[in-house]
Each structure stands twice: as structure tokens, then as C-alpha cells.
């Protein structure tokens, strides 16, 4: 499988995207803790080739310029995973039905799920979500309300849970 990758760069630092010819399969920030292992993980998937342009890279970076802007709250492109057990996928699909500017816990998650029993397993799915913000794992926070794990930083959880509620309060 022939894999293509681009760095570019966002408000909240350099990130890579990663996208087969149709789809999108990791989108991270360069800098997180988990960007090593799942580069690692694709690789045994298929050659990863460095491109200048890319149909499906560019049309989420273009989504991301939008998004930082106030302007897009709804990511359209397409995506698939690659890296992942059947459990963490549906944690990540999960994530993917929170609305923007909403925070849950990860005992919510689990319940999504109908796994209750499995919130510990819930937070480990999330800090291994290879599509970083458009499967919004930032908005999961304690049962404390205390933020949480956040794998690219919890400086970038902040600022990403203070621009959705901007976001929101302009779409709603």
C-alpha cells in the first residue's frame, strides 16, 4: 500500500498528515507522544512517500486553515483507519459524534460504547488516536473536570477546548 505524507504548519504547531489516495489515515501534531509509534505502525502498512501536494492532505489542511479560523466545524474528509484494535476504532468513532464546543468524560465514552466497565481501556484508546482534532479526543476530560491526558500537550487541549467554545458560540 503506497502511503503519502506532508508537514504543514497550524497555529498550534507542525503537523503531519498521512493519506492514501483516498483517504486521510493519521492526522498529528509532529510533537506528540505518540506520533513516533503510530509513523512506526504505518510503515508496516505500506511505503511512506514525503509529497508537495496531495488532493486529500490538502483538502484537510484547507479544513484546519478554516476550523483555527471560526469558519468550518464539521471535517468532510475522508478518513479510514489504518493503526488501531476493533475496540480503540470504536472509541475513536465514538469521539466523532461529539458536537463541537461539548466536553464529556471518558466514562461517557465507555457507555457509548456499551463498555462501561472499560473506562481505563477508553482513555488508553483515546491517547492513541492517530487523527488528532478531527477525532476531537480533546474533548474528553475527568470526571473532576479537571482536563486529563491530552497526547500533543495539555497546553493545546486548553486552546482547543477555548476555540471550539468560540466556535460554538458563533454557529449556535
Same mark, same amino acid.
Given at each position: 500500500?503506497? @502511503? ?7 497555529? @498550534? ?9 483516498? %483517504?486521510?489515515?493519521? $492526522? ?6 505518540? /506520533? ?25 489542511? *484547507?479544513?484546519?486553515?478554516? /476550523? &483555527? ?15 488501531? %484494535?476493533? &475496540? ?5 468513532? !465514538?469521539?466523532?459524534? @461529539?458536537? =463541537?464546543? *461539548?466536553?464529556?468524560? /471518558?466514562?461517557? =465514552?465507555?457507555?457509548? =460504547?456499551?463498555?462501561?466497565? #472499560?473506562?481505563?481501556?477508553?482513555? %488508553? ?5 492517530? @487523527? *488528532?482534532? =478531527? ?11 479537571? $482536563?486529563?491526558? &491530552?497526547?500533543?500537550?495539555? /497546553?493545546?487541549?486548553?486552546?482547543? $477546548?477555548?476555540?471550539? !467554545?468560540?466556535?460554538? %458560540?458563533?454557529? #449556535?
Amino acid at each position: 500500500m503506497k @502511503l503519502y505524507f506532508q508537514d504543514f504548519q497550524t497555529p @498550534l504547531g507542525e503537523m503531519c498528515a498521512v493519506a492514501t489516495q483516498d %483517504t486521510l489515515v493519521m $492526522l498529528s501534531f509532529k510533537d506528540s507522544k505518540d /506520533y513516533p509509534t503510530t509513523i512506526q505502525k504505518l510503515k508496516k502498512r505500506g511505503s511512506l512517500t514525503r509529497v508537495s501536494h496531495h488532493p486529500i492532505i490538502a483538502q484537510i489542511a *484547507s479544513e484546519l486553515t478554516a /476550523y &483555527f479560523y471560526g469558519e468550518c466545524s464539521i471535517f468532510k474528509t475522508p478518513t479510514r483507519y489504518l493503526t488501531g %484494535t476493533s &475496540f480503540q476504532q470504536s472509541v475513536w468513532e !465514538a469521539l466523532q459524534q @461529539l458536537k =463541537i464546543g *461539548s466536553t464529556v468524560n /471518558y466514562s461517557h =465514552i465507555a457507555h457509548m =460504547i456499551e463498555r462501561p466497565q #472499560s473506562t481505563r481501556a477508553v482513555a %488508553t484508546a483515546i491517547g492513541h488516536n492517530p @487523527l *488528532s482534532i =478531527i477525532v476531537p479526543c480533546h474533548r474528553v476530560i475527568r470526571k473532576d473536570g479537571q $482536563l486529563g491526558g &491530552f497526547n500533543s500537550g495539555l /497546553y493545546r487541549k486548553k486552546q482547543l $477546548l477555548k476555540h471550539e !467554545a468560540r466556535i460554538k %458560540t458563533t454557529i #449556535s
